[in-house]
């Protein structure tokens, strides 16, 4: 997607082990966001940022943990991974979500799977 | 908890037929509505969004709003197999979007 890339694409990792899934944008968007995916549940925030070091959490941001040191970068961090985060992981970036015309781009997504 | 209501689906309709997906929302101070469509692995796109009571047209799409009943529809005409995705609702609260969890649309040839 234009001016929003997610790494990795696809990951698998242990249970226990932390785990950082990195969003990138070169749109210079204040807001930024991470949300889980999951069949039944739809698209849910997990944590969003609205500048450098301003984080808020979402709905579901028990056992992630974000920071956002630049504008371009948004991090999330699984900090001791469970087979519960078993999820498609999407980043969105905004420039003024209340204005409406614009929404959010989202990134490609990442795939993670915790064994 | 604000909640945004869609059913699951699949909604399935023959090819060059209308479609017709609805969302029900929870908050009745929501102001913007957004209509996003998603294909199998791939990742959600804007198609539509409203915030005045009534229809707004764009190409095949047409969306639909009613503040007073809470709720908001998306109308596909002349359905095409390409058309075929799942398709998320969303309201924006504050300064996030609020998602429903999609109806899966299957438009058959």
């Known amino acids: 997607d234009a001016g929003i890339t997610q790494s990795p694409r696809h990951k698998v990792t242990e249970t226990g082990t932390p785990v950082t899934l990195r969003c990138h944008q070169t749109?210079?968007?204040?807001?930024m966001y991470w949300y889980r995916q999951d069949p039944g549940h739809g698209l849910r925030l997990i944590h969003y940022?609205?500048?450098?070091?301003?984080?808020d959490k979402g709905e579901v941001s028990d056992g992630y943990s974000v920071s956002r040191s630049k504008t371009e970068d948004f991090l999330l961090t699984l900090e001791s991974a469970t087979s519960s985060q078993t999820s498609v992981y999407f980043c969105?970036?905004?420039?003024?979500?209340?204005?409406?015309?614009?929404?959010?781009?989202f990134g490609s997504g990442t795939r993670l799977t915790v064994v | 908890q604000k909640e945004v209501e869609q059913n699951s689906g699949p909604l399935s309709v023959p090819e060059g037929a209308i479609a017709s997906l609805n969302c029900t929302y929870s908050?009745?101070?929501?102001?913007?509505f957004f209509w996003y469509r998603q294909y199998s692995g791939k990742s959600p796109e804007l198609i539509m969004f409203?915030?005045?009571?009534g229809d707004k047209e764009d190409g095949r799409f047409t969306a639909q709003l009613n503040k007073a009943s809470q709720y908001v529809s998306l109308l596909i005409r002349d359905s095409q197999p390409s058309d075929s995705a799942t398709y998320l609702c969303?309201?924006?609260?504050?300064?996030?979007?609020?998602f429903g969890g999609g109806t899966r649309l299957m438009v058959k040839p």
């Open positions: 969105a970036i905004s420039e003024a979500p209340t204005q409406g015309v614009e929404g959010y781009t």
């Open positions: 749109e210079n968007h204040r807001y």
């Open positions: 940022s609205y500048g450098v070091k301003d984080t």
């Open positions: 908050d009745r101070g929501s102001q913007s």
């Open positions: 409203i915030y005045s009571n």
């Open positions: 969303a309201v924006i609260g504050g300064n996030m979007l609020t």
